[in-house]
């Protein structure tokens, strides 16, 4: 596949649907779908709820991207959605799978707009596809190579979907199977900060937990944020997923430097907020994340802090070794050090597994999405000044 020489930058789409006309549907949700077929005068006002299902079935179900794949609709209404509609997918400009069965496409939405979205198998019950929330980000945590690149926009909840829909393409999970998926778990651990997205974010999630669409269910799906405290009640009371805080820190001072949002909601208001996150249970707990930075938050006084600071809290921990990027400022803690660290959480009663790196030989973990783009483009940019 080629690499992209389109360096521009597009403005934000107005709408929801997406930048160009003709409106995809893939985002639009059972209420919206049918809205859509009426007002583009497809289909009677009557029988536009029928429709909707049919079309949710063929769209989310069976993942056709062409009307006239839809054969028990009436010929000249699958014309009318077409002259209308468009179910196409987005362009893969790359495509690459690691020796470890990690795979990373490189997705453009739009010019100017590319996001990376990861599969990584045997993560949750069968594998987890890892999406991007934003093209870039506003917060410019110290550790993370998506913190340098600024927002570029907020992705719609059709191209949020469009990741899952690619994946399935790909890994030939079309008609949506009910057993023996390997596409089983959906984390919103890519490119940018999901709650500040909240509302895209949450429509996504609704047309990926439909029961007859793609039906990866609310407990298989996992939000993770760096912390945005007035959003978390929201984010459990629209979409019932489930959290993942992003704390590397067990004090305000450390935790600044790491994730500066710290400086706007400081550790005892986050911990409030996930105290409170509507759901909570045993059967459903929290996972703190941990990068694991070389003598800055990997010593056994912090294992021992993180532990008297999540006490109460129905917890599972993740400790992520750090993936260093180029500039980046860390390095990562060493294999015994992290092991030391997960022994002290283990004896407190913490599931704490050390989330082994994938995919590294793609750049294909976690903070480095989009780094391999940028080096890609840079040297086709070289590449063409050659020429
Ligand atoms: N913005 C959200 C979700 C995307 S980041 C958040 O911050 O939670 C997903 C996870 O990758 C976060 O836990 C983040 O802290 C972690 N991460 C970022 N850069 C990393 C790096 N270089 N090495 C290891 N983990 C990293
Ligand atoms: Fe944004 Fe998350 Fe990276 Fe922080 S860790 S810069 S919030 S993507």
Redesign the pocket.
């Known amino acids: 596949m080629g690499v992209t020489l389109d360096l521009s930058r597009a403005p934000a789409p107005s709408r929801d649907t997406g930048a160009s006309a003709p409106t995809n549907l893939t985002g639009l949700s059972r209420g919206e779908l049918a809205a859509a077929l009426v007002e583009a005068g497809a289909v009677p006002k009557e029988k536009a709820r029928m429709r909707a299902s049919q079309l949710w079935r063929w769209i989310h179900h069976y993942g056709v991207t062409d009307f006239a794949a839809m054969t028990d609709v009436a010929k000249e209404t699958r014309a009318a959605l077409a002259g209308a509609f468009s179910l196409a997918r987005p362009e893969v400009v790359e495509r690459q799978v690691s020796k470890d069965g990690t795979r990373k496409w490189l997705i453009r939405m739009a010019p100017g707009v590319e996001v990376e979205t990861v599969y990584i198998p045997d993560v949750g019950r069968a594998g987890a596809l890892c999406v991007s ?1 934003q093209v870039g ?1 506003t ?1 410019n ?1 110290t ?5 340098t690149q600024p927002l570029v926009r907020n992705l719609t909840a059709a191209e949020i979907v469009a990741q899952v829909q690619v994946a399935r393409d790909d890994l030939g999970e079309w008609p949506s199977p009910k057993e023996d998926r390997r596409l089983s778990n959906i984390v ?7 709650l500040y997205n909240l509302d895209n974010v949450a429509a996504a999630i609704d047309v990926i937990a439909d029961n007859e669409g793609i039906a990866i269910s609310r407990r298989r799906i996992t939000v ?3 912390g945005v405290v007035p959003q978390l009640a929201e984010l459990g009371e629209k979409t019932q997923a489930m959290l ?3 704390l ?1 820190a067990t004090n305000d001072e450390l935790r600044e430097k790491l ?1 500066p949002l710290n400086r706007k909601y400081p550790i005892a208001e986050l911990m409030g907020a996930i105290r409170a996150y509507p759901g909570l249970s045993n059967a459903k707990r929290v996972t703190f ?1 941990d ?1 694991m930075l070389k003598g800055v938050n990997d010593s056994p006084a912090d294992a021992r802090a993180l532990v008297k600071l999540l006490a109460g809290i129905p917890a599972k921990i993740n400790l ?6 180029p500039g ?1 400022q860390y390095e990562c803690s060493s294999w015994s050090t992290i092991e030391a660290f997960a022994a002290i959480l283990n004896r407190a009663g913490y599931a704490s597994p050390i989330r082994t790196p994938r995919g590294r030989d793609i750049l294909a ?4 999405l989009k780094s391999e783009s940028e080096k890609l483009r840079a040297s086709a940019r070289r590449k063409a000044a050659e020429a």
């Open positions: 929330s980000c917060l945590c550790f993370c190579h998506t913190g919103f651990m890519g490119m940018g900060e999901p993770s944020t760096s993942a805080i992003s590397h994730v994340e990068v992520i070794p750090f993936n260093p990027w980046s973990a976690c903070g480095q």
